[in-house]
């Protein structure tokens, strides 16, 4: 018995984030209002957080008079994801373009170019990041160099493009090139200067290709065409970059938006006991932002519960749970006015409304089950009595039809069978279930 409780807690489980978000508190029936489903602490990704993320999607979208913010966008708002830890690819990375350095010195080209081609694939993630510059810088210089020692001239003009583009005329160390590359570089920067336009909102600390610029809006002079990667960071935001292909025949502009960095605190929020009232209010910031009239954040709770929250953020930021989803009754308390701490719980109808509910689908399927074969019996009957008359194409096309009905009424007699053996299953569970301990 005890193997059942699992999938019947997951049935209360769904039952419960639906009445929850169904019996949420609002406006008026006649005004639309938009929510917002926010995953705080979970990775919505990976069962069973998967399962009760989708059905709190269906359950908002299935409210009549409330519209969901698209998931793409609440996302952005208050994603909890955590920035991937680029440490150990980094030291890797700075051991290969050292090994490729050496080689290079020592005439080895080919060597030179493996080692190299392994640590661009690691750095292609840090292309333009602050941190990863002075990498960048030597992956960059090594191409150019490699290039210039196979005498491959398209790829070095690629290669010298893109320093170009990256650092301008900073020479690489002393020794990687020769002087006849730095004089290329210095001509190839001085050709060719563009423009680009960064605005964001919020306005905050602009950087280009991990340099800092100054503070949007700006737009920045004398940057070498190619493509290059703007950041901006601003107090109580999560950075944001984007990238721009600048040329000179034209302005280049990029706009960014800037997500709160409330996400960072829900990724650790309480599983019970009230929301602290600076996160309640950087919550309803973001929101005004959606824009979401009501906020549903489900978070993670003790003893792998998961809690759901409902934040009304068209009032004073009153929020109303947490409430537990793991029964229908726990979802019940984020009826208005109602708190998941309430001591007085209505009593719960426990599973036999499911028994008698499945009881009755499987006499009505065994009934009609029954009613199928005696027609499939009646449908034979021209076999017997016009058996002279009948040609033997007319004879096959009847009784295929009394296997048809015959199948199709085995079918429903069986599926009847099973509903009335799967209520008195429950019926039992519940018996047991609701006797004293």
């Given at each position: ?6 999938h019947?807690?997951?049935g209360?489980?769904?039952?419960g984030?639906?009445?929850?978000v169904w019996?949420?508190?609002g ?11 926010v ?17 709190t999607l ?14 793409a ?7 909890t ?12 990375a700075e051991a ?10 020592g005439f ?9 081609a ?15 510059r002075?990498?960048?810088?030597l992956k960059?210089?090594l191409a150019?160099a490699?290039?210039h020692?196979q005498?491959?001239?398209s790829?070095?003009?690629s ?21 006849e590359?730095?004089?290329r ?11 680009l ?6 306005p905050g600390?602009?950087?280009?290709d ?7 809006p ?7 065409p ?6 901006v ?10 990238w721009?292909?600048?040329?000179t025949?034209r302005?280049?502009?990029a ?12 990724a ?14 950087a ?5 005004l932002r959606?824009?979401?009239d009501?906020?549903?954040l ?10 759901v ?9 009153r ?7 793991d029964?229908?009754q ?8 109602a708190?998941?701490e ?22 009505a ?20 009595s ?10 096959y096309?009847i009784?295929?039809?009394a ?8 079918v429903l007699?069986?599926t009847g069978?099973?509903?009335?053996t799967g ?15």
């Amino acid at each position: 018995m005890t193997r059942h409780g699992p999938h019947i807690r997951s049935g209360l489980r769904t039952l419960g984030v639906w009445a929850a978000v169904w019996l949420a508190p609002g406006s008026a029936p006649s005004q639309a209002q938009t929510a917002a489903v926010v995953v705080a602490g979970l990775d919505a990704d990976k069962a069973p957080a998967k399962a009760l993320v989708q059905d709190t999607l269906k359950a908002a979208g299935a409210r009549p008079g409330l519209k969901l913010l698209p998931q793409a966008r609440a996302d952005f708002l208050f994603s909890t994801k955590p920035a991937p830890d680029r440490g150990a690819a980094r030291a890797r990375a700075e051991a290969l373009l050292k090994r490729a350095q050496e080689h290079l010195q020592g005439f080895q080209v080919a060597e030179a170019k493996d080692a190299l081609a392994e640590a661009t694939k690691l750095l292609q993630p840090d292309l333009g990041i602050e941190g990863a510059r002075p990498f960048n810088q030597l992956k960059l210089a090594l191409a150019v160099a490699v290039a210039h020692a196979q005498r491959d001239q398209s790829t070095l003009a690629s290669a010298l493009s893109q320093y170009a583009a990256r650092f301008g005329t900073a020479a690489p160390e002393p020794g990687l090139w020769p002087p006849e590359l730095k004089r290329r570089l210095d001509t190839l920067v001085a050709r060719a200067q563009t423009k680009l336009q960064i605005s964001s909102t919020p306005p905050g600390e602009a950087f280009v290709d991990g340099l800092k610029v100054g503070m949007t809006p700006l737009t920045v002079d004398k940057l070498p065409p190619g493509r290059h990667r703007i950041e901006v960071r601003a107090a109580e935001h999560l950075p944001a970059f984007a990238w721009a292909t600048t040329k000179t025949t034209r302005l280049a502009r990029a706009e960014l938006e800037l997500a709160p960095a409330v996400a960072h605190r829900l990724a650790v929020l309480p599983a019970q006991g009230e929301l602290p009232q600076d996160l309640r209010e950087a919550l309803m910031q973001a929101a005004l932002r959606g824009p979401a009239d009501l906020l549903i954040l489900v978070g993670p709770a003790a003893e792998d519960r998961v809690s759901v929250r409902i934040l009304d953020t068209t009032g004073p930021g009153r929020v109303h749970g947490p409430t537990l989803a793991d029964t229908a009754q726990a979802a019940l308390d984020l009826a208005w006015g109602a708190w998941a701490e309430s001591k007085v719980r209505a009593p719960t109808a426990g599973l036999r409304p499911w028994a008698y509910g499945a009881a009755g689908l499987g006499v009505a399927a065994a009934s009609v089950g029954v009613g199928l074969r005696l027609w499939a019996k009646d449908t034979q009957a021209p076999l017997q009595s016009q058996r002279g008359a009948l040609t033997q194409s007319n004879a096959y096309a009847i009784q295929d039809r009394a296997e048809q009905r015959a199948l199709m009424g085995t079918v429903l007699l069986a599926t009847g069978a099973a509903l009335v053996t799967g209520a008195a299953g429950l019926f039992t569970w519940d018996l047991l279930s609701s006797e004293p301990q």
